[in-house]
């Protein structure tokens, strides 16, 4: 009976897997499972673009291989949660597990049949081959659908655990919850989680068939939240369906949320709803020609950039925001998970070309976090500051969006946000030393333990950003101030070694000095963020050929930055975490975003065969169409933007109002939908394993001068047509 229960459950399964709207189906291209071992961090489960909700296995205890709930090579599943963090580096959320199961131990967990597991854009399956249950989940925005089939004889229940969350400490972390049986259909509540987060959220659990019992397990020290045990009436081949509305504001809004996206019980109209968004979204970044593998590492880079930013106004457009109070966004729209440290880099300059509708938004919700706590976000998961990191990166992803007119907020309203983020201190803010900063015109070594120089290149660099926005709206005096700011990184360049180096107050160069040494955090010794010297020197986004310059020149600064990817792959610790350095060619870290714009350096010492070398040997190492295909954290989709920008031959080396510099590209041909029914074409012309090198650039029929493109460009459309060569140019 189950083997014939299971093949029917699952060729329905692969139906609905394989099925799509009108129109070419991008999604059969996405394997949710690449990132999903080694330290990718990424989860297989259903997702809306940008949606509130994630539904997804959560196959082991927290630990920070778990830091999404999820790793591809575990066989338990300890249930289907709602919330989950893309490719993050610290575990939280997993709000709301739930559990189908069969027998009477309610501790138990369920076995993945690896061999049924399904994941696609919105849509994932497994079968619990112990209990006899097949698991199939998809969702809206705010609403997540699951659906549990009954594969053997045998008595099914439901467990309902409100306890759990994808954090370190699991028995702890909620402070408060408050649980009601609304009905036997029916079990809301709320609660209040202290993790790396602390933040509330509300939820609606419901069900298409009533529960004929229930039970809550006994509560083990320190536990707030309810655990309930439900029974079903359910016989082999029976489903039942359960829908469980979210929302960070009240049982309410769950409740409205639920009403409003999903009020039926449709889970083929629902699942089919969501791929629909997916293909929308993948189709204005179209893919042709190259491999299968290259074609799935493409569509997965895709569909993992837009899993974030994600939406956290319910329906009505309220939320809870970074100070804990209700309000209402602008245009119904909050965005969070701003891993901005990650994605100012590239993924946000890759929002401006593909969904430039969305870059107002982001705009609004920045300037929202600044209005609830005095400063503009830092990194922000679930609409709540973490301070995680260093800079504030708010600040290049707003001036960029002003800078290409993609936000109707006025100029100065966003650069008084910006001034007093980078000028003012605040309470509560960690690594905000602006008095020091600027009596010494760096951050000192011995006043500041851990990170000081990668401090003072990052602030530099949001300084620039400030200055240019000055300047833009007529503020003269603040942008000669900025401007002075910007350039503090050749304060803490060591003319003798070539390298960025510590500075104590007294103008002394920090001794001993290994530019191997791995710095993690404020509390090592060391003077740099989950980097190294080697790493951290070339972080001068705003004056790449002021760095040319100081290093001696083209020739000898391409020499210099040719040795960092022949250094020995080794990972010398000055204490602290250093899994986060990963991805190495010599000490070039690819998996860490400061190295990001590093291979893209050579093009400004005439030196384009190296870049055209690296950026090759990185996909073909780095970037793999399997679970542990990817090198490190996601981040919130920086990694795959690197990926997507890089495959079409060009890289936003300075993010912010500075264009893009060209590569080589790595698939045959890409199409963008730039907006107002414009296309931006890239064609790799003659592209093969050998034939790497590009010997020249067209666009639009004529040789592009220099190795730069501008925004403008792209957004008016066009075609930019690379010849490829097997041997070097210079």
């Not at 994605?343 to 107002?360: C, G, M, S």
């Not at 600040?395 to 946000?417: H, N, Q, Y």
Request: some cysteine; charged content about 20%; hydrophobic content about 35%.
């Amino acid at each position: 009976m189950r083997s014939f229960l299971f093949a029917i459950v699952a060729a329905a399964s692969f139906g609905m897997v394989v099925a799509c709207s009108a129109g070419e189906d991008y999604a059969q291209f996405v394997n949710p499972f690449i990132g999903c071992a080694y330290n990718g961090h990424t989860f297989p489960g259903a997702a809306y673009p940008s949606g509130l909700v994630q539904p997804s296995p959560d196959s082991g205890r927290p630990d920070w291989q778990h830091c999404s709930g999820y790793v591809y090579g575990d066989t338990n599943i300890y249930g289907f949660s709602q919330t989950h963090l893309s490719g993050t580096g610290v575990p939280d959320m997993g709000d709301v597990l739930l559990l189908p199961f069969t027998g009477d131990d309610p501790e138990a967990v369920g076995i993945n049949d690896k061999a049924t597991e399904v994941a696609t854009p919105g849509y994932y399956a497994a079968t619990l081959s112990n209990f006899g249950v097949r698991a199939e989940l998809t969702c809206t925005k705010r609403v997540s659908l699951h659906r549990y089939t009954l594969l053997k004889n045998a008595p099914f229940r439901l467990l309902l655990d409100l306890q759990w969350g994808n954090v370190y400490r699991q028995l702890t972390h909620v402070a408060e919850a408050e649980n009601k049986v609304e009905s036997v259909w029916t079990i809301s509540g709320s609660s209040y989680s202290r993790a790396w987060l602390c933040r509330r959220y509300a939820f609606v659990v419901t069900f298409d068939k009533p529960f004929t019992a229930k039970r809550i397990l006994p509560k083990k020290k320190g536990e707030k939240g309810d655990r309930y045990v439900l029974d079903f009436d359910l016989k082999p081949g029976d489903r039942l369906q359960v829908k469980v509305g979210y929302s960070t504001v009240d049982v309410e809004g769950a409740h409205r949320n639920l009403i409003a996206e999903l009020p039926g019980w449709d889970f083929e109209a629902t699942r089919d709803a969501c791929r629909h968004a997916w293909n929308r979204l993948l189709s204005r970044c179209v893919m042709e020609g190259g491999t299968p593998a290259q074609r799935e590492n493409f569509y997965t880079a895709l569909y993992h950039l837009f899993l974030t930013p994600i939406n956290l106004a319910d329906v009505d457009g309220r939320y809870r925001g970074a100070d804990d109070k209700v309000m209402t966004a602008e245009n119904g729209v909050y965005y969070t998970h701003l891993s901005l440290w990650d994605t100012f880099r590239a993924a946000h300059p890759l929002y401006t070309i593909l969904t430039p509708e969305n870059a107002d938004g982001f705009v609004r919700s920045m300037l929202g976090h600044y209005r609830a706590l005095g400063y503009l976000p830092v990194i922000a998961y679930a609409g709540k500051e973490t301070f995680c990191m260093i800079g504030n990166h708010s600040v290049p992803v707003m001036v960029d969006a002003f800078s290409k007119g993609l936000t109707t907020v006025p100029g100065k309203e966003i650069f008084e946000a910006i001034d007093q983020s980078l000028s003012v201190k605040h309470q509560g803010k960690r690594k905000e030393d602006w008095d020091i900063y600027d009596k010494y015109g760096y951050y000192p070594c011995d006043l500041i333990k851990g990170e000081s120089v990668s401090r003072t290149l990052e602030c530099g660099y949001n300084d620039w950003c400030a200055a240019w926005l000055a300047r833009k709206t007529g503020n003269a005096e603040r942008a000669a101030f900025y401007e002075k700011r910007a350039r503090y990184f050749r304060n803490v360049f060591d003319p003798e070694i070539g390298f960025m180096r510590g500075k104590d107050t007294n103008g002394k160069w920090r001794e001993p000095f290994d530019p191997i040494i791995i710095g993690h955090g404020a509390r090592t010794a060391n003077d740099f963020t989950e980097g190294n010297a080697w790493q951290y020197t070339w972080h001068v986004l705003q004056e790449p050929e002021t760095l040319v310059g100081l290093m001696g020149g083209k020739e000898k600064f391409a020499d210099k930055l040719s040795q960092l990817f022949v250094q020995p792959e080794t990972i010398k610790g000055a204490g602290g975490f250093t899994g986060d350095v990963s991805g190495l060619i010599g000490q070039y870290a690819h998996r860490n975003e400061p190295s990001h714009h590093v291979i893209y350096f050579f093009q400004y010492a005439d030196r384009p065969d190296k870049t055209a070398e690296l950026v090759r040997e990185v996909f073909d190492r780095l970037y793999l169409n399997k679970p542990d295909g990817l090198c490190g954290n996601d981040d919130c989709g920086q990694m795959s933007a690197w990926y997507l920008f890089s495959a079409m031959g060009f890289y936003p080396f300075n993010p912010c109002a500075g264009g893009y510099v060209l590569g080589a590209p790595q698939v045959p041909k890409v199409t963008l939908q730039v907006g107002g029914g414009k296309t931006f074409t890239v064609i790799a012309r003659d592209l093969s394993k050998e034939r790497k090198y590009v010997k020249s650039v067209t666009l639009n029929g004529k040789p592009l001068n220099g190795f730069k493109l501008t925004h403008d460009q792209v957004r008016d459309g066009g075609t930019l047509v690379f010849e490829m060569v097997d041997t070097p140019v210079r």
